[in-house]
């Protein structure tokens, strides 16, 4: 069975943004291939350094939130990253490597820059696609699902692993991206994504009466004023979400949009009825194992312990072929 790792850093709960774009492509490849998760803990602090206490909280949301989706800590390795400490020492070793232009002209990095990523631009937040290096290679995973906007990182880290495997010999995996589509959710606000931060997200944990108001405050198509007025679904955010999740409603919506069949009230009711069903399974697995602290760091211990296991062996074999393996 071929490896994967994947992750996310612990920002909050999880949202239907990361549903349709990671955890439901996860829940199918955590049965096909050795899938390793990594709570991205120390990752997080690239951009959340002045907040470290949010972060233990946020780790059991994510777990929550993986649960919740369908992934089954038994078969899928939950991984925390700062538990992992040869992960943090990998990174050093690379970044003796590594060259100051390939990352100061890495395309993710400087569109996250320019997008205000970065509270304040550190050697952390610089530094972070090596230190995503050592995550894949740490775990020799063979494969790392993403979508477009993250190929550059992986083909920074074949780089790093080509020049390793040149200087000091084969040791490391070169991983390859499982490129699949990740579908973007935009956010209730119309904005191009969906996120915590800006407010415009619908948890996998909501209840119904949440998931209603959010639906009636989603911006739609902003030309049409009266039910009579012909809407035109493209431009709507809930005719987005409609394609996303109930693709079988689409042509109907489509249709009664454009020839005004419907106004946006009803349009928008007959979604949220639809959502709450979606959702419900998935709020109370949430629920069911959210303040069941042992569950989640059994569930985390479990992934960590083979994770660790795995990365003993690889900075065994890094150190021996860059012949840093005396005085032990
Ligand atoms: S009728 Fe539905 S799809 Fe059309 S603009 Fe209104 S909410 Fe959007």
């Not at 409603?249 to 949009?257: A, K, L, M, W, Y």
């Amino acid at each position: 069975m071929k490896r994967i790792l994947t992750g996310d850093r612990p920002t909050g709960n999880l949202h239907l943004g990361h549903y349709i774009g990671t955890l439901k492509n996860r829940a199918r490849l955590q049965h096909e291939y050795e899938t390793y998760l990594l709570v991205a803990d120390v990752q997080c602090l690239t951009t959340n350094f002045d907040r470290p206490e949010q972060i233990k909280e946020d780790i059991y949301n994510v777990i929550a939130g993986y649960f919740a989706a369908g992934i089954d800590p038994q078969t899928a390795n939950i991984v925390i990253q700062s538990r992992i400490p040869e992960i943090a020492e990998l990174t050093l070793y690379y970044s003796m490597i590594v060259p100051m232009a390939l990352l100061k002209y890495n395309p993710t990095i400087k569109s996250e820059i320019a997008a205000g990523y970065a509270k304040e631009m550190t050697y952390g937040f610089f530094g972070y696609p090596v230190n995503q290096a050592a995550d894949i290679t740490i775990f020799g995973a063979d494969l790392v699902p993403v979508g477009k906007d993250q190929v550059p990182h992986i083909e920074l880290t074949r780089k790093i692993v080509r020049k390793f495997n040149a200087l000091y010999g084969e040791v490391l995996t070169e991983p390859r991206e499982l490129l699949g589509e990740v579908p973007v959710l935009p956010g209730l606000d119309g904005r191009e994504k969906m996120s915590k931060s800006l407010g415009n997200a619908i948890f996998l944990c909501d209840d119904d009466e949440s998931i209603v108001k959010k639906i009636k405050s989603a911006v739609t198509d902003k030309s049409r004023i009266h039910p009579s007025d012909p809407g035109h679904p493209e431009v709507c955010t809930v005719f987005m979400y409609y394609r996303a999740f109930f693709p079988d409603q689409v042509p109907g919506i489509e249709t009664g949009c454009s020839n005004a069949a419907f106004g946006c009230v009803a349009c928008k009711k007959r979604f949220a009825e639809n959502l709450c069903a979606f959702i419900k399974p998935m709020r109370e697995r949430y629920f069911s194992v959210r303040n069941d602290h042992k569950f989640l760091e059994a569930a985390a211990q479990r992934g960590t312990a083979r994770g660790r296991e795995l990365s003993a062996a690889t900075m065994q074999a890094v150190k021996r072929a860059m012949k840093i393996d005396y005085f032990i």
